[in-house]
């Protein structure tokens, strides 16, 4: 059974930094993209940023210049640094593997900008 499962998640004041992990397993393929996902209360889910399996990443503009993704070495895991956190991005964050129009998700980390 695949899984992802996110960490990293937390309270942080604005201007702060969180670096979000997600590791896969059950799994002998490479997913083909990895991505983060984001969702606040009360708003729908938005595409924060892609990595591809060749190490490829791209970020939403609203997340631009701050946040990196990057693509670990066991090719199934994925993470997120955040830097110059904004209370804007408060929102439950979670880690996508997609291979062959297949997706895979995970439950979901929690981050929280606030003062």
């Known amino acids: 059974q695949v899984q992802l499962v996110e960490s990293g998640g937390g309270l942080v004041q604005p201007g702060g930094s969180l670096r979000l992990s997600c590791a896969a397993s059950?799994?002998?393929?490479?997913?083909?993209?990895m991505r983060w996902y984001r969702q606040a209360p009360g708003k729908e889910r938005e595409l924060v940023a892609t990595?591809?399996?060749?190490?490829?990443?791209t970020v939403a503009d609203s997340a631009k210049g701050r946040f990196t993704i990057s693509r670990g070495i066991g090719k199934n895991t994925v993470y997120l640094q955040m830097n110059s956190l904004k209370p804007e991005d408060t929102a439950v964050y979670s880690c996508?593997?997609?291979?062959?129009?297949?997706?895979?998700w995970g439950k979901g980390t929690l981050v929280t900008v606030s003062a």
């Open positions: 996508n593997g997609e291979r062959n129009g297949i997706d895979y």
């Open positions: 059950g799994i002998i393929f490479s997913f083909t993209f």
């Open positions: 990595v591809t399996r060749g190490g490829t990443p």
